[in-house]
């Protein structure tokens, strides 16, 4: 055996970005493992990534182009070459162009766990058609557009730092399952003393070894901040001079926060009054807080305001300028990645595409309502039969005999089962790339380390080919290395190195980044100063699907079965007078999902939690939690509000029709 060690790194939908080692037999990947010279994920890798071998060579890799032989739906394909499949896309496209035009042309492309480059030359080649846009709202987009509201363009805290915090405060994030290098930082911080919170629904991991947990019901953030602040007010911690040259919009927001009362502001967000009298004294006393939001809170109807309202408490109370002070979100700014998208040949009427929301993409597909019908779908990064909400309106969509799909993926996905050409992808271990990261701030190359499986090619390769055939300028859509990576890196650095954008403790808020920043409070876009709407429905259980320690979204699904079981409270059990293991069904007015039960006391009474991204041969009668997801948007930038599902669980005495 010819064993070769190789240095490369994750980019998987995972705020860590590992360095990897992998060790390679002949072209063939044998292991993954921890690699050298990351200052946050040294050390140790996920359960996950130790099995991605399996997953490079599974059974269900897609090894050649595909080309439908059944029903939709039905998964019958037969091989064809990639010739054979370009020809029949390319005729497909310009043929829905002259029948329906441009619109009709949907590139789903998403691609948030590829290398950089992976979003390139498809997007290119889209706009250059005219096509519809679809905008990333499923995730991160709520809360990003609250943090450039109340932040402005303020890079997010330096994970790194929050060793030299007082308090830690983690609200609506799980970085035991979901960022997994940031717990053992947060260890050295409270070995150190500090004090930790927790906000979330559930007793996480964190939430256990918390001094304090506040398992407020979903989708109340905003009440909470609210009276948080107002509390703030009445104990006098408010910043005042800070807030007087730092500041805009205090008085509304102050003036909002009034009327949730202490008393009110408990009964609405199912908690304590004490908690939010301690809450705000450790604001109050503690300048030294290091925040890490995360995204939990973001997915419903308030998820805007519950961000925006979040992230004024620490400019409230003063929180910035010293190392271990700040707040953490996404470092995905400092990616010094940055390819053009726009082929300048693209005629000037075609320039403005229509934008699709991803949420409502099911309803688009059935019913456009007086929008252009769609007609050409384009998958490439994304498995939208499972990670929709809306489940059963999208997987309709997706069986339309009139809709022609392409699916470009590593693997027969459920997505994929419903297309007319399946494209076999690369893994990031086959092609050379860069890594961006949103959780650190490392930019590193990955080299391809094992040979091609199959007869995958990259994104970039496809769009290529496909622009080849559609008579566009060759050297606007070169999927070389030197094109496509080399030529995009803006910072002058060279691809080829694994780099720290910025070093540790060169991230402090209001010190070294946005040093004469100042923060607006209210007047947010479409929000004014952050509101709260309470969900009125009919269904009792709130469901929430987060993070599973199984999967990264619906990877690795395939072979690594999440746990599919409900989990609620024993007294929301016994109410209905269930037993733990026994099989239920989980409804609303949008499905019925069948499974089975779960008791477990860490969530919240009134709230459910089934995992994201399973898949549909994991459920008898193939309807995932996704199906009883709601497709309404959030408050701010039009997000997913996958956490806005109510269900009712009742005993299973009948099989699935
Ligand atoms: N292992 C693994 N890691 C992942 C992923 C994965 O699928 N698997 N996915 C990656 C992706 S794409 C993302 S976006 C991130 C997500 O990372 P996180 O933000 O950590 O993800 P979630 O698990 O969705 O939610 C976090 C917590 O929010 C809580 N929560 C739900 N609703 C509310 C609410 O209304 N208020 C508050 N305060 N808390 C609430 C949930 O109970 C949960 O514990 O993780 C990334 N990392
Ligand atoms: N119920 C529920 N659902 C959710 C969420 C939730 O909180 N609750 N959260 C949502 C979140 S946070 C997110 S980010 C979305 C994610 O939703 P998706 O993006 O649909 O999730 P993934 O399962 O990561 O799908 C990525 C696909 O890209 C493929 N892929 C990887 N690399 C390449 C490549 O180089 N080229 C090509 N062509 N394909 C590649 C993978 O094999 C995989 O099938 O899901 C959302 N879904
Ligand atoms: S998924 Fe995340 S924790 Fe796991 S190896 Fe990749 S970057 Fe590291
Ligand atoms: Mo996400």
Redesign the pocket.
């Given at each position: 055996m010819a064993l070769s060690k190789l240095n490369t790194a994750?980019p998987?939908d995972?705020p860590?970005?590992?360095s990897?080692t992998v060790t390679v037999d002949d072209g063939r990947l044998i292991a993954v493992d921890a690699g050298p010279g990351n200052p946050v994920?040294d050390g140790f890798?996920?359960q996950?990534?130790k099995h991605h071998p399996r997953r490079v060579y599974a059974p269900e890799r897609v090894m050649t182009p595909l080309i439908r032989t059944g029903a939709k739906g039905s998964g019958e394909f037969s091989e064809a070459s990639w010739d054979e499949a370009l020809d029949l896309i390319a005729a497909k496209l310009t043929e829905s162009i002259a029948a329906h035009g441009p619109s009709s042309l949907v590139p789903y492309l998403y691609n948030s766990s590829t290398g950089s480059s992976q979003g390139t030359l498809t997007d290119k080649l889209f706009r250059r058609l005219g096509a519809s846009r679809v905008d990333h709202t499923i995730c991160a987009l709520t809360n990003a557009f609250a943090h450039i509201a109340v932040y402005g363009d303020m890079s997010s805290a330096d994970p790194r730092d929050v060793v030299h915090a007082e308090h830690v405060i983690i609200w609506g994030a799980n970085p035991t399952i979901s960022n997994?290098?940031f717990p053992p930082l947060v260890t050295k911080a409270t070995k150190a003393g500090a004090k930790l919170t927790v906000i979330d629904p559930r007793a996480t991991a964190m939430a256990k070894r918390a001094d304090h947990h506040i398992a407020l019901r979903p989708g109340t953030d905003v009440v909470f901040a609210y009276a948080v602040a107002r509390e703030l007010r009445e104990q006098g911690g408010l910043a005042t001079s800070f807030l007087d040259e730092r500041a805009e919009g205090v008085t509304e927001f102050i003036a909002a926060a009034d009327e949730w009362t202490l008393e009110r502001a408990a009964i609405e967000c199912g908690v304590a009054e004490t908690d939010i009298t301690i809450f705000a004294t450790a604001l109050a006393q503690t300048s030294k807080t290091f925040w890490r939001v995360g995204w939990g809170l973001e997915r419903n109807r308030n998820g805007g305001s519950g961000c925006a309202a979040v992230f004024s408490l620490p400019v409230l109370a003063g929180h910035f300028g010293q190392l271990g002070s700040g707040v953490m979100y996404s470092t995905s700014d400092q990616t010094p990645y940055n390819y053009d998208v726009c082929d300048p040949d693209t005629p000037a009427e075609l320039r403005k595409g229509r934008h699709v929301n991803m949420n409502t993409f099911g309803k688009l597909l059935v019913d456009p309502d007086g929008e252009e019908p769609v007609h050409f779908l384009y998958v490439e990064g994304n498995n939208l039969a499972v990670t929709n909400p809306a489940q059963a309106t999208v997987l309709a969509g997706l069986g339309r005999d009139d809709l022609f799909i392409v699916v470009h993926d590593q693997v027969l996905t459920d997505s994929a089962l419903f297309a007319d050409v399946v494209l076999p992808a690369t893994t990031h271990f086959e092609a050379r790339d860069v890594a961006g990261s949103y959780g650190t701030y490392m930019f590193q190359e990955m080299p391809a380390v094992i040979d091609r499986v199959g007869e995958s090619r990259t994104n970039n390769e496809v769009a290529a080919a496909l622009a080849a055939r559609l008579g566009f300028d060759a050297d606007a859509y070169d999927p070389s290395e030197a094109a496509t990576i080399e030529g995009a890196i803006s910072d002058g650095g060279s691809a080829r190195s694994k780099r720290e954008v910025r070093k540790e403790g060169s991230t402090v808020q209001l010190r070294d980044v946005f040093p004469s920043g100042k923060f607006q409070l209210a007047s947010i876009p479409t929000l004014g100063v952050p509101r709260y709407q309470r969900l009125v429905d009919s269904y009792p259980l709130t469901m929430l699907t987060p993070a599973t320690h199984k999967t990264?979204n619906s990877m690795f699904g395939e072979f690594q079965k999440a746990d599919t079981s409900i989990h609620m409270h024993p007294t929301d059990a016994a109410a209905r007078s269930l037993t733990d293991g026994e099989a239920v069904v989980v409804s609303n007015d949008r499905a019925q999902v069948f499974t089975t039960l779960t008791i477990d006391a860490d969530v919240r009474l009134g709230v459910t939690t089934m995992a994201k991204g399973v898949w549909r041969k994991d459920f008898e009668g193939g309807l995932t939690p996704n199906a009883l997801c709601p497709d309404t948007l959030s408050d701010l930038g039009d997000g997913a509000c996958f956490n806005d599902a109510r269900v009712e669980v009742e005993r299973r005495d009948s099989a699935p029709v």
């Open positions: 994750c998987l995972c860590d970005t590992c990897i994920t890798i996920c996950k990534v997994v290098h990264i």
